[in-house]
């Protein structure tokens, strides 16, 4: 090869090599964190919820979460009902970040619609989100000061249920342990929190029967189908579905558990509304010593005809 033709080739592959080398220098850049992805707003999502977008079983959202139309994702907020835990379901952008996501709509706190269905909050206002990390199925979540203000009788239990429940809805969670602006906090009222929190630590605060799905306001095809948590006498309670004039047009007598334990329940009833329009899911327990309707939860819903 003549001299010429030698410095050519010789440049040439100067220019492969340095091009090679900016290109690797600009994947490494725009790489996510060694630990995890980042989300749109900068949040780092860790490995362990990068694949949690399908909730623990009997939570509505496990069918399934993204509607690919409009790339929505449903997710679980937890509030309270009655002085006990009560449910509530938001869509969002859809995420791999759920967990950050749900405890995002957590923090906002009810709408004028949720208002509306009974449903209230025990977080303060002005509470802001930090970070949510997990590893080895805790969740760690970082919150702004506000979340130590402090309250009356169990609110603050609730406050603390509240956001368990929200976190351990999704599979890669089953205990949450808090930070306030990135320092573990040791206590909130008469709670200890040394160790992470999971759900059996709030039976105190959970109603007899807990209605996970459907949430208020979701339309309900026929057959309806209910899921949740249970803990009523011999285990038994009676599921109601009343149509837009109060009437009554379908009636469930279900045995889901043993007595004294908490169990999970799934069941579907059908129903024929004569009309489209707001009805009412009734879930409740029968007084073992009158009949009455005790534990009653009451839960608009969007029957179809």
Do not use: C
């Amino acid at each position: 090869m003549d001299p010429q033709r030698r410095l050519i080739v010789a440049a040439l592959i100067g220019v492969v090599v340095v091009g090679a080398v900016v290109a690797a220098s600009v994947l490494l850049r725009d790489e996510p964190p060694a630990n995890g992805v980042r989300d749109g707003d900068g949040t780092v999502t860790p490995p362990s919820e990068q694949a949690t977008d399908a909730p623990r079983e009997p939570v509505p959202s496990a069918e399934p979460s993204v509607t690919p139309d409009t790339q929505q994702q449903r997710l679980l907020v937890y509030f309270v009902r009655d002085g006990v835990l009560g449910v509530s379901a938001r869509e969002v952008p859809a995420t791999k970040a759920v967990a950050a996501a749900a405890t995002r709509q957590l923090v906002i706190g009810v709408t004028g619609s949720e208002l509306g269905y009974g449903l209230s909050s025990e977080l303060p206002v002005g509470v802001t989100l930090n970070g949510v990390s997990i590893a080895g199925g805790v969740a760690t979540v970082d919150l702004s000061p506000q979340f130590t203000e402090p309250a009356a009788g169990k609110a603050l239990r609730l406050r603390l249920a509240q956001l368990v429940f929200t976190l351990t809805q999704f599979r890669t969670v089953d205990a949450v342990r808090i930070e306030i602006d990135g320092a573990p906090l040791p206590s909130l009222g008469t709670t200890a929190l040394d160790a992470p929190l999971a759900r059996a630590d709030f039976a105190d605060v959970l109603p007899a029967i807990l209605v996970e799905h459907p949430a208020p306001g979701e339309s309900t095809p026929s057959p309806l189908r209910i899921r949740g948590l249970n803990n009523t006498f011999e285990a038994t309670f009676i599921i109601e579905v009343l149509d837009p004039s109060g009437t009554r047009i379908a009636r469930k007598v279900v045995t889901a558990g043993a007595m004294g334990e908490w169990r999970l329940f799934d069941v579907s009833v059908p129903y024929a509304s004569a009309e489209t329009g707001i009805g009412t899911l009734v879930v409740y327990e029968e007084s073992a010593r009158d009949g009455s309707a005790i534990n009653v939860v009451r839960i608009p819903v969007k029957l179809l005809r």
